[in-house]
């Protein structure tokens, strides 16, 4: 059974920074695009950075220039490094992987990691 587990969230001050991981239990990890997502309180899950198998990233407006989405494909690891966290940022944030096969799509969430940035 596949496992995605985040980790790295915690509580921060305004303008702080954390980094993310987010570790697959899958084979041939490089064949995986990784979705980092939110879910701030009372909001629905909002889509934060994006990574391709080809290390193409998509980042949503509020977060460019401040995140940053990376990955490892040896460790089998995603990351998403934040900077000059704000209090808006605070928010669950899930890992997702996804892996296309033909017609065939796979997709994972992990279980969130809590990012708390107080003002």
């Known amino acids: 059974q596949v496992q995605v587990v985040e980790s790295g969230g915690g509580l921060v001050q305004s303008g702080g920074s954390l980094r993310l991981s987010c570790v697959a239990s899958?084979?041939?990890?490089?064949?995986?695009?990784i979705g980092w997502y939110r879910e701030p309180p009372g909001k629905q899950r909002e889509a934060v950075a994006s990574?391709?198998?080809?290390?193409?990233?998509n980042y949503e407006d509020s977060v460019k220039g401040r995140f940053t989405i990376t990955r490892d494909n040896a460790k089998n690891t995603g990351y998403l490094f934040m900077n000059d966290l704000k209090p808006e940022d605070t928010a669950i944030y899930y890992c997702l992987i996804t892996r296309r096969s033909g017609r065939e799509s796979y997709s994972y969430w992990g279980q969130g990691t809590q990012v708390t940035v107080s003002s």
């Open positions: 990574i391709s198998i080809g290390d193409h990233t």
């Open positions: 899958v084979s041939s990890f490089s064949m995986w695009s």
